[in-house]
């Protein structure tokens, strides 16, 4: 079973930066794409950044030029490198993976959750 461990969210005070990374680990055959979606209570699940395999990068209009995607292929994680928090940056982050766990089959996976809070 396909497994993503996110680590890195906290408090920060506005203006302060925060990285967040997340590990996939288990049968993995080959990854689509990995990203970072976000919540907050009573909204939808909203998309933050993803990228592919081949390290084409999508964000969200408002962390465009604030929030950076990258990943390390060998090591199957994602990062995301957020300057610049607003307030209304505040949410729960969650990892997403669409993951082919053997070369005709794929899957989307969530992580657990890690909550960034950007006080003003």
């Known amino acids: 079973q396909v497994q993503l461990l996110e680590s890195g969210g906290g408090l920060v005070q506005a203006g302060g930066s925060l990285r967040l990374s997340c590990a996939a680990s288990?049968?993995?055959?080959?990854?689509?794409?990995m990203g970072w979606y976000r919540q907050t209570p009573g909204k939808e699940r909203e998309l933050v950044a993803t990228?592919?395999?081949?390290?084409?990068?999508n964000y969200v209009d408002s962390v465009k030029g604030r929030f950076t995607i990258s990943r390390d292929g060998a090591k199957n994680t994602v990062y995301l490198q957020m300057n610049s928090l607003k307030p209304e940056d505040t949410a729960v982050y969650y990892c997403?993976?669409?993951?082919?766990?053997?070369?005709?089959?794929?899957?989307?996976?969530w992580g657990q959750g890690t909550q960034v809070t950007v006080s003003s």
């Open positions: 997403n993976a669409r993951i082919y766990t053997t070369p005709t089959t794929w899957d989307e996976y």
């Open positions: 990228i592919t395999g081949g390290s084409i990068v």
């Open positions: 288990g049968p993995i055959f080959r990854i689509i794409n």
